[in-house]
């Protein structure tokens, strides 16, 4: 299975933005915005509002796929 993580950090790099501009874009705070990176789960309106602030096209530009070891089971 493969698993997904949004790729706000990559997006913020590539336009030149801070943590900080982001969260007052989104209308939440730093701290709210720092939960958001690593949640489990995103509404289709903060997708949205995303895309639109990060330029992006296609939703799947918005996250990257993250490998995971799998435990071994005896």
Known sequence: MK????????HLRKAG????????????????LS????????SLKTIAKLMDIFE????EELFEEIHIKQ???N
Do not use: F, V
């Open 35 to 42: 939960t958001l990176k690593t949640r489990d789960t995103i």
């Open 71 to 73: 435990l071994k089971q």
């Open 17 to 32: 933005m801070s943590n900080a501009e982001l969260a007052r874009r989104l209308g939440m705070s730093n701290g709210n």
């Open 56 to 59: 992006l096209e296609q939703m």
């Open 3 to 10: 698993t997904y993580r949004l790729a706000i950090d990559k």
